[in-house]
């Protein structure tokens, strides 16, 4: 059973960066048909996806963030990781990391969140 | 940019259907997938590809889609499926990622 947990700082000050790191374990970061992805959620407000890579390295990001996201894959570690510059204290939220699954059903190709991560609680504050 | 939209709160009573309801000007391309999220965990996907219902998912949650409207359908909605739903899409591209807002779901 392919599990996702997140790890990092939960206290950024303002201005600083976020880090996380999301490890993989019971299953291949490699594996075909899946790519990798951030989402978060602010304190009682929805989802928001932040971006998603691919075990190659490319990436695409949410137009809103992509002046300060950055994600990056680490295959030997099975881990894959988010960097968010400049934060602010709408930066905070409980940011979770998930398996994008991909392919085409249907006539239609398509891309969804099959596994996610518990998801940890990161705080802007000074 | 990209939307999906849903009411903010549906109610029933236990026992009682629940249609929750996303719209969106790609639905008749994409598909629609539904999450339930309890207070305080991760979200978990309930209905994929509009119709699809993943293993261990009851057989009282379905989907379906018409036009710009996909539709998430509890039947006999039982007290543990009080929850926020998400429904989920990409835009035409297929690169957009987009959520709806979510629906507070209240079994009472």
């Known amino acids: 059973q392919l599990q996702l947990q997140e790890s990092g700082s939960g206290l950024v000050k303002p201005s600083q960066t976020l880090s996380l790191t999301c490890a993989v374990s019971?299953?291949?970061?490699?594996?075909?048909?899946?790519?990798w992805s951030w989402i978060r959620q602010p304190p009682g407000k929805g989802l928001e996806w932040i971006g998603y890579?691919?075990?190659?390295?490319?990436?695409y990001y949410n137009p809103s963030l992509t002046s300060r996201v950055t994600m990056s894959v680490d295959r030997s570690k099975n881990q894959f990781s988010l960097r968010l510059t400049s934060v602010t204290a709408a930066d905070t939220a409980v940011y979770y990391c998930a398996r994008v699954n991909l392919g085409c059903s249907g006539g239609r190709c398509y891309r969804y969140f099959d596994l996610w991560g518990r998801g940890t609680l990161v705080t802007v504050s000074s | 940019s990209y939307e999906l939209t849903q009411p903010p709160s549906v109610s029933v009573s236990p026992g009682q259907t629940a249609r929750i309801t996303c719209s969106g000007d790609a639905l008749p391309r994409k598909y629609a997938y539904w999450y339930q999220q309890k207070s305080g965990q991760a979200p978990v996907l309930v209905i994929y590809e509009d119709t699809k219902r993943p293993s261990g998912i009851p057989e009282r949650f379905s989907g379906s889609s018409s036009g710009t409207m996909a539709t998430l359908t509890i039947s006999g909605a039982q007290v543990e499926d009080e929850a926020d739903y998400y429904c989920?899409?990409?835009?035409?591209?297929?690169?957009?990622?987009?959520f709806g807002e979510g629906t507070k779901l209240t079994v009472l």
């Open positions: 890579i691919y075990h190659s390295g490319n990436t």
């Open positions: 989920y899409s990409t835009d035409s591209s297929g690169n957009l990622v987009v």
């Open positions: 019971g299953g291949s970061i490699s594996s075909d048909g899946y790519s």
